[in-house]
């Protein structure tokens, strides 16, 4: 096990020049990697940190993966095992810049954030619905029949629109074409992960290749303290973090 970590401390400083213990986790060594070498320099000045109202509400748009099942029971059937799907969305173009407000109509126009009702086709032409939406009420994930409001992200709306989909748009948000924003990164750690015959070194390119879009996709939290008496821990919500000292 020593052996094994010796090994990756030396791979990690030999090929990046970056100290492991620096990082507190795999994502944040990830970036750390990304950061330092790989980022095109033609794409830094537009490379964002968008904050406050409109980074919740483009929040409100990411969805994880698409778990819902349709049906129950297969008697035959064939198993098939796709790798690196999120790596692969990576080298897509990306959103970059400052986000403007538009109320454009035309989906072929934009590339960013669009907003409006869509409706989704009746069964008869998509049997399986996959555009997810959040049940105001209950705040349940799911992939509804008929017509529904939410933020979606352009090229994810004009995608379904190939299988039925509809949308009328109320406003959206224009962003600029980021190419080849994660394409030398990905490549290269993928070819390292698909060529290697050393295992540490699979495991490395594996784990950073994998680790990177989640850590852009960080919902960072501050801390708040404050100062309670007993009767009102008992109180306090119990789906947060919440460290008491006594």
Known sequence: MLEAVLKFRDSIHNKYNLNITKFKTLSGLALGIYTSKYIPSNLKPKLKMIKGGLEKKFRSSYFGGNVEVFINLITSGYLYDMNSQYSKAMLKDM???????????????????????????????????????????????????????????????????????????????????????????????????????????????????????????????????????????KNLDKNTHISVIS
């Open 95 to 233: 959103p970059i810049g400052n986000p403007t407000l538009s109320f454009e109509s035309n989906l072929d126009n934009i590339f960013g954030f669009v907003y409006g009702e869509i409706k989704c086709p009746n069964e008869s032409e998509l049997q399986v619905p996959f555009i997810q939406a959040r049940d105001s009420f209950y705040s349940n994930i799911k992939c509804p029949r008929g017509k529904f409001k939410r933020l979606i992200f352009s090229e994810e709306i004009k995608y379904a629109i190939k299988f039925g989909y509809k949308i009328n748009i109320e406003y959206s948000y224009l962003f600029e074409r980021g190419k080849d924003l994660f394409t030398d990164f990905v490549n290269e750690h993928y070819k390292i992960k698909k060529s290697t015959k050393d295992p540490v070194q699979k495991n490395i390119s594996k784990l950073i290749l994998n680790s990177l879009y989640g850590r852009l996709g960080i919902n960072e939290t501050g801390d708040t303290l404050e100062i309670v008496d007993k009767d009102s821990i």
